[in-house]
């Protein structure tokens, strides 16, 4: 079962632009939520993270958004740049669990 | 401050064997995660060890193993190795865990690439 997912699996974006990442959950169970960016031949990079008791968290270019009552966390990216291009992965933990998603490959255009 | 260290990198295999794979964690991490990587499955959770113990384990069968040794390195193990089991095998360290994957993000190796032909 796909207790958290990424709907897109890729999205494009012009540099200088705002790339907006989704991530829904299923478990009401999570209170800890991560982005990760991963290049490829490389293992995930932790980005940003978010507690439950909040709904927002910024660093730098970073925000993550958290709406419990809907189950859905997002993540922003302003401006975008091409070294940005990479696949980024939600990840969820709360009760001695821990799920990612598929992951969205994002893709910045110069 | 070294990173994760994995080996091998990559590692070719057939049907039946088995094989074991290594996880070296940030000096001064003792928890250590094993995750699998599929295309479109995303990651996948199999086991977690802390002070030499598996504190958790996901959702696969007995075929997958691992232990953690004094210094915190880890090996997993795969046995009767099928198909299926061709994927990106990454591990995880965090500095601490009494239970699963405390509120401090893990740091991640580059992962072993498994082929099984």
């Known amino acids: 079962d796909q207790q958290v997912k990424q709907n897109s699996p890729s999205l494009s974006v012009q540099e200088g632009r705002i790339s907006i990442l989704n991530c829904d959950y299923t478990?009401?169970?999570?209170?800890?939520f991560l982005w990760y960016k991963k290049y490829p031949a490389e293992g995930p990079t932790f980005l940003i993270s978010?507690?439950?008791?909040?709904d927002k968290n910024e660093d730098g270019r970073f925000t993550v958004f958290l709406n419990k009552s809907a189950k859905h966390l997002s993540l922003h990216i302003v401006p975008s740049q091409p070294g940005d291009s990479a696949v980024y992965f939600c990840a969820a933990k709360g009760n001695n669990d821990m799920r990612f998603g598929a992951g969205t490959r994002l893709t910045v255009k110069p | 401050k070294a990173g994760v260290t994995q080996t091998p990198r990559y590692l070719i295999k057939t049907r039946g064997q088995q094989v074991t794979l290594s996880c070296s964690p940030i000096?001064?991490?003792?928890?250590v995660s094993w995750y699998q990587q599929t295309p479109g499955q995303g990651l996948q959770f199999l086991f977690e060890y802390f002070s030499e113990t598996q504190r958790n384990k996901g959702n696969f069968p007995g075929r997958f193993s691992g232990r953690q040794f004094s210094n915190s390195r880890s090996e997993m193990n795969v046995s009767t190795l099928e198909l299926g089991d061709s994927a990106l095998y990454l591990c995880a360290s965090s500095p601490r865990t009494g239970r699963l994957l405390s509120n401090q993000p893990q740091h991640f190796g580059d992962g072993t690439r498994l082929s099984i032909l």
């Open positions: 000096s001064g991490h003792r928890s």
């Open positions: 978010i507690s439950s008791i909040k």
């Open positions: 478990n009401s169970m999570f209170d800890y």
